[in-house]
Nanobody, 119 residues
Framework: VYLVESGGGLVQSGGSLRLSCVASISHFDDYAIGWFRQAPGKEREGVSC????????TYEDSVKGRFSVTRDNVKNTVYLQMNSLKPNDTAVYSC?????????????WGQGTQVTVSS
């Protein structure tokens, strides 16, 4: 099992990026996919999580209204669309998979992709 993120890069403040998370997981639609980020010198924080329970997709408060998640279960891919990026969004972004629901522990992690937002 592996997860691979892509789509990171350098963007100016106010710009946009779309990250992708491709997972090699059987029964991909049984898994919740979370996005996390870790900035230098800071702890990792959850950005969003999407599953097929009634909870749907949740977002960390600082990204609500700017970030959105879409999921393609045919391609085993989850996308994180990031708009109106700010310098403090700079971090390594990783995706992770948890069986069934966002409330469970994450079993599989990707290596991450760097997002840098310049002011």
């Amino acid at each position: 099992v592996y997860l691979v993120e892509s789509g990171g890069g350098l963007v100016q403040s106010g710009g946009s990026l779309r990250l992708s998370c491709v997972a090699s997981i059987s029964h991909f639609d049984d898994y919740a996919i979370g996005w996390f980020r870790q900035a230098p010198g800071k702890e990792r924080e959850g950005v969003s999580c999407t599953d097929d329970t009634d909870a749907g997709t949740t977002y960390e408060d600082s990204v609500k209204g700017r970030f959105s998640v879409t999921r393609d279960n045919v391609k085993n891919t989850v996308y994180l669309q990031m708009n109106s990026l700010k310098p403090n969004d700079t971090a390594v972004y990783s995706c992770a998979a948890a069986y069934w629901s966002c409330g469970r522990s994450y079993d599989y992690w990707g290596q991450g992709t760097q997002v840098t937002v310049s002011s």
